[in-house]
């Protein structure tokens, strides 16, 4: 079992059974998970849901690195948890145990108009059951998870001014992350390569004015992820983000 867990395969096909099983198996999980705890009354299981949800989540980055070190596979240049929903990932149990605004206002814009992209056309190579395939779905569906169930469960809310705080803070990461592939040689956010799968980013041009046009309609999808808060402004309850302690 180990070695079927282990052994790539590179069968992935994008929109094959299994990514499209991949996709309802999480949107049910969700849902469940999200109605349960919508339904509750009681705070403290609404509060674990969301703490569990987000050591599971970050912990399967971590789990994943210690296993591909293990196998002898990390490379510091592909390996790093650089990319966007891996480091999102790891600051997950801080929004989760915070309850904080400010991050859910980040986490809501840069996983829906991130996240979902990855999400459409996965950069993935390796099928079920590998490890590979396990970790990508676990940490982008779950993302997704977690971003829906603070919206209903505690009702926090983005305002219009969220879409410009969630641009202005993705530059500083961009920057770092150039940095980073400058001293490396490597291809973190696809600011060097675009991906060997198909995306978005074939639609943008060659490199790197893909950078730029990326960066340019990052706003516009900001704005798309913000629209149903104001479709629905004065139908939605007030925000309860506030921590309970």
């Known amino acids: 079992m180990f070695e079927r867990i282990t052994k790539e395969n590179h069968a992935f096909v994008m929109w094959s059974a299994e990514h499209v099983l991949a996709l309802l198996f999480f949107a049910l999980l969700g849902y469940l998970l999200i109605r349960r705890a919508a339904r509750t009354t009681a705070p403290a299981y609404k509060n674990r849901l969301f703490k569990g949800m987000g050591w599971v989540i970050s912990g399967t980055v971590i789990g994943w690195s210690l296993l591909e070190m293990g196998l002898g596979n990390f490379n510091v240049s592909q390996d790093l948890p650089l990319p966007l929903c891996n480091f999102l990932a790891l600051l997950l149990p801080l929004f989760t145990l915070t309850r904080s605004l400010f991050l859910f206002e980040l986490f809501y814009f840069w996983v829906l108009s991130g996240t979902l992209q990855a999400i459409i056309t996965p950069d993935l190579q390796d099928s079920f059951p590998h490890y590979h395939f396990l970790k990508y779905w676990i940490v982008h569906l779950g993302l997704v998870i977690v971003v829906l169930y603070a919206a209903v469960v505690y009702k926090m809310r983005p305002t219009l001014k969220s879409v410009l705080k969630a641009f202005i803070w993705l530059q500083p990461y961009v920057l770092f992350c ?59 309850p007030a925000t309860t983000h506030t921590r309970k302690r």
């Open 178 to 236: 150039m940095g980073v592939n400058y001293a490396l040689g490597a291809n973190y956010l696809y600011l060097n390569a675009k991906p060997p799968v198909s995306s978005l980013l074939d639609f943008m041009g060659p490199w790197p004015v893909y950078i730029l046009v990326a960066q340019l309609i990052a706003m516009p999808l900001f704005l798309l992820a913000y629209l149903p808060f104001v479709l629905c402004k004065g139908k939605l």
